[in-house]
């Protein structure tokens, strides 16, 4: 059967069987087109098949999806991007990923920790990140001087005794939040 593909102002016809697989016909359009597609350590350049304005997966037929005689597929060159870096939360378990520029690698730590606390909510005072090794970063170095790389894992990991003031907060535990703000001395740990 012929269908036809929409690309960037192009617009070509091919003979395909029903039972063809979007992947097969991604294959086909890179190579007619020549379309060069990559994937390093920022991201990766990837072929999408659009048809009735739904993203079409690799392993679907085109039969699966209702694409017959004459139909038009409309092709779209994207780009997926890649963190810079992550960041392992200690205290919430999850993994935060760090989408900027790669100039960030050549900032200092102070200015990542400010983009962790935005993304994390927790103030630049109660956490250290480390490296991979497990060595503290310091706020006045680059993150170059710790050999980071893009990919690299950093951990953030908080103060001895916050780590349970911060889960009750995020948690949502009040009394638990407000044990902590005590204005007792014996119980006192965060209060003026």
Not at 61 to 82: R, Y
Not at 98 to 127: A, H, Q, W
Not at 132 to 159: A, F, H, S
């Amino acid at each position: 059967m012929r269908i036809f593909i929409a690309f960037e102002g192009s617009f070509e016809a091919f003979d395909v069987e029903a039972h063809t697989s979007v992947g097969a016909i991604k294959q086909m359009i890179k190579d007619y087109f020549h379309i060069p597609l990559s994937e390093d350590k920022q991201g990766r350049w990837y072929l999408e098949l659009m048809y009735a304005g739904a993203a079409l997966r690799n392993s679907w037929s085109l039969s699966d999806v209702g694409i017959s005689f004459c139909s038009t597929l409309k092709c779209f060159v994207k780009k997926e991007d890649k963190p810079t870096l992550y960041v392992f939360n200690a205290v919430t378990q999850e993994m935060m990923p760090i989408m900027e520029n790669m100039s960030l690698l050549d900032k200092k730590v102070s200015d990542l920790r400010m983009l962790v606390t935005l993304r994390c909510g927790f103030p630049v005072s109660v956490y250290c990140l480390r490296t991979p090794t497990g060595l503290e970063m310091y706020d006045c170095n680059t993150l170059k001087d710790y050999q980071t790389d893009i990919g690299t894992t950093l951990r953030l990991d908080v103060w001895d005794g916050w780590k349970e003031f911060l889960m009750g907060c995020l948690l949502g535990q009040k009394p638990k939040v407000q044990h902590y703000l005590s204005k007792e001395g014996p119980v006192l740990k965060y209060g003026s």
